[in-house]
């Protein structure tokens, strides 16, 4: 298996510490809102990672954790904290907006056939396990205390910057919002390990500490929370690609402040989601869910093929244009797989030549686009459809889009409407560039006189049938 690292930035064999076995550690949501697509995007192609390492035969253990304290809004320690801003929105307490927003959260995973992962923990569990580290840290010299805060100095690390060939100023795009200087901090980049009631005083949930009554950072709970389970040694840590500052890179600091010695060897990010406007964000309050997908007509594996069509390692513009192509294409699939019959014996020689051929897509950095074609490639062969049936319902162990028991639509893709549709929608589009909105209302005019409505969103034109 190979895979690209953040650490040495290079796509690298994967080797763990203890052969055949993986441990995996996932940064899991903040619980004020619901996930977006975005965010469900890293989920996704994590869900596909885990999944690869099973199907090569690793034995995986996985650890979430679920902020409900300590994320700011700036990620970069200033704001207030996200919870409470969730939980003054909607006029209730921190924990019922904690509870409503994880068990929606998972209820999408389901909805996306994202495997829950083996241990889930809330940062609100482990509240004694940060305070245990955060004491060790002092204890080394590697925290101090100011202004009743507990900072990490950065200081008296040798490499604080381990993302190494990112500037400074390049990482600081993960830090959002307003960015007011702490004048407790002794170095810019020192962070807080534990908040105390002089800072915060309107902080829902505090706890009594060895520095007075507060509550944890945001970093120090991925740390504890992976260590509790997964111990001083981590294969593979995920997230999306703006955690790798600061957080991530605060994680490693103060772990291996910790242990005394390196702690994670691989590092995942996925990169964003953008809409139209940029990266797709909770905080900027308008954003899409897998339930507004729903209601637009679309089945949320469609988003999961969506996402599985492109490598995680590139910027992924979401548009309804492309989405409508991923349905129509996902709809044609599952219906070519249903009328392969379920007869014969299975062909072993061409199982193993079509089986290496996934694993060798899925295993070169996770090639997700490339394991689809492989599919393609399946139905295209041969081989005796027991074979094909057999080959595809093992791919999906990893791409988990129901292939041999998605509904199969009753109504008839039309690909040639679709087409048809698409292409005067880009027409449409490029006489708006050019400011020729007589021949942009022909068009639109020309789609209604076919039965065809089109909408304009900010993700892009939407069109649907008129009944
Ligand atoms: P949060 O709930 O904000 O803590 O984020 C949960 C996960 O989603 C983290 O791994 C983020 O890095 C990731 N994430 C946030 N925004 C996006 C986006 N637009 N596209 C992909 N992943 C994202
Ligand atoms: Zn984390």
């Not at 320690?77 to 409470?84: P, R, Y």
């Not at 910790?258 to 900027?284: A, P, R």
């Amino acid at each position: 298996m190979k895979i690209f690292n953040t650490l040495t930035r290079n796509v690298e064999e994967f080797v763990p510490n203890v052969e055949g076995k993986v441990s995996m550690y996932t940064c899991g949501p903040t619980v004020y809102h619901f996930a977006h697509i975005g965010n469900l995007r890293s989920y996704i192609m994590e869900d596909v990672l885990e999944k690869t390492f099973r199907y090569l035969g690793y034995d995986v253990k996985r650890v979430m954790n679920i902020t409900d304290v300590g994320h700011l809004s700036s990620d970069a320690d200033t704001g207030e904290d996200k919870m409470l801003k969730g939980a003054r929105r909607e006029h209730k307490t921190v924990m019922e907006i904690a509870k409503y927003y994880t068990d929606a959260f998972f209820a999408d995973c389901e909805k996306l056939n994202i495997k829950r992962p083996d241990v889930v923990e809330p940062a609100t569990n482990c509240i004694s396990e940060f305070i245990h580290m955060i004491e060790v840290l002092l204890q080394k010299g590697y925290a101090y205390q100011a202004g009743e805060n507990i900072y990490f100095d950065t200081s008296k690390l040798k490499d604080y910057y381990v993302f190494s060939s990112q500037s400074e100023k390049e990482l600081m795009v993960g830090v959002r919002d307003d960015v007011e200087e702490d004048t407790n901090k002794r170095n810019k980049s020192d962070f807080v390990l534990w908040f105390t009631k002089s800072k915060f005083d309107n902080q829902e949930l505090k706890w009594e500490s060895p520095w007075g009554v507060g509550y944890p950072g945001w970093h120090i709970e991925c740390s504890c929370i992976s260590m509790k389970h997964l111990g001083e040694f981590m294969d593979i840590h995920c997230g999306g690609v703006d955690n790798i500052f600061p957080h991530h890179t605060n994680e490693i600091a103060q772990s291996e402040a910790y242990v005394g010695h390196k702690w994670c060897n691989y590092w995942f990010h996925v990169h964003h989601l953008n809409d139209k406007s940029g990266k797709m964000s909770k905080s900027k309050g308008e954003f899409l869910t897998v339930s507004l997908l729903t209601e637009k007509g679309y089945h949320p594996l469609v988003y999961r093929m969506f996402c599985l069509q492109s490598h995680y390692r590139k910027p992924l513009e979401f548009s309804y244009e492309v989405m409508d192509n991923v349905a129509a294409a996902y709809q044609k699939l599952v219906k070519k797989i249903a009328e392969l019959k379920d007869e014969g014996s299975i062909d072993e020689t061409g199982f193993a030549e079509y089986d290496a051929k996934f694993k060798d897509a899925i295993g070169n950095d996770l090639n997700t686009s490339m394991a689809i074609t492989v599919v393609y490639d399946v139905l295209r062969s041969g081989l005796n459809d027991k074979t094909k049936r057999a080959l595809i319902e093992s791919f999906d162990k990893v791409l988990s889009l129901d292939l041999l028991n998605a509904p199969v639509e009753e109504e008839e893709v039309d690909e040639e409407l679709t087409q048809y549709v698409l292409a005067r929608i880009e027409e449409r589009k490029e006489a708006k560039k050019e400011k020729n909105f007589q021949r942009a209302d022909e068009i639109r005019n020309e789609l209604l006189s076919k039965g065809i409505a089109i909408e304009d969103t900010r993700e892009g034109v939407r069109w649907r049938k008129l009944s």
